[in-house]
């Protein structure tokens, strides 16, 4: 019995080291890979174009307040869908194509991609990738995918590609964690502060109460809307010759 009891520890022990080791890869190195083009943080551009994107949608509260205000102020935008949510409120997708905003890919129940195998990862794009290519009139210029929480190895960034995604990230600049409870006054001011032509915001229209973001959002549109121009992830790549090609 304890040598069945020692064997049976060995294999709890080094099926646990075998998980550690598929979820341990390191964080991409920014230098290396935005070079190539295939990693997104900004698109700079001569235009005043910048992007809004909103995570972890659809919302069937949030994600209509703030459509109502993107329409309000003719703005286009770039929703980072999770899987679960577009199966519960694939009519909010529809919409949101509908008004010519873009929709990607943000994973089917948004894990942080260093806790999960590489098995797991490549269900995760491959079980919201499914989703997402059913909406009829969705016709991408391009398909994108933003990591959960941005981690991302250059393993997942592989697995990533054979879908034939690119990665949008976000300008390091435009985070205003909204996640975070901050006011709407927080939220604007940061994105208003930081402001430049090209940046990619980054904004959440789910995932808790969103009712400060909205506030923010509309202030954020206020003030920018006559100076710069919102429009959506691919756009602002064919705004670029670099990104566009």
């Known amino acids: ?4 009891s020692t064997l049976t520890l060995k294999a709890m022990l080094m099926f646990q080291l075998f998980i550690s080791q598929e979820c341990s890869a390191q964080q991409i190195d920014r230098k290396t890979v935005e070079p190539q083009g295939d990693v997104i943080w900004e698109i700079p551009n001569r235009n005043n174009k910048v992007a809004l994107t909103f995570d972890d949608g659809p919302d069937p509260v949030y994600t209509q307040e703030i459509l109502k205000l993107l329409n309000k102020y003719e ?3 770039t929703f ?11 009519y909010i997708v529809q919409q949101e194509i509908d008004a010519g905003h873009e929709i ?3 994973s089917f129940s948004h894990p942080f991609f260093n806790t999960i195998t ?7 794009i ?4 499914s989703l997402i290519m059913k909406f009829k009139r969705h016709k991408p210029q391009l398909k994108l995918f933003r990591p959960p929480g941005g981690i991302l190895s250059e393993s997942d960034l592989q697995q990533i590609k054979r879908y034939e995604y690119k990665t949008i990230m976000w300008s390091w600049h435009q985070d205003p964690r909204d996640w975070d409870n901050r006011s709407s006054g927080e939220i ?14 980054l904004l959440h229209d789910s995932g808790g109460n969103r009712s400060e973001t909205i506030k923010a959002l509309e202030q954020i549109l206020i003030k920018l809307n006559d100076e710069y121009e919102f429009v959506t992830i691919s756009d602002l790549l064919t705004s670029n010759p670099v990104f566009g090609q």
């Open 118 to 124: 590489k098995a797991q990862v490549d269900q995760e």
């Open 188 to 201: 604007s001011s940061h994105v208003l502060t930081n402001i430049q032509s090209g940046d990619i915001i």
């Open 1 to 4: 019995m304890l040598y069945k």
């Open 75 to 77: 703005a286009k935008a």
């Open 80 to 90: 980072f869908l999770i899987g679960e949510k577009i199966k519960k409120f694939p």
């Open 126 to 129: 491959s079980n919201a990738d």
């Open 104 to 106: 990607g890919n943000h």
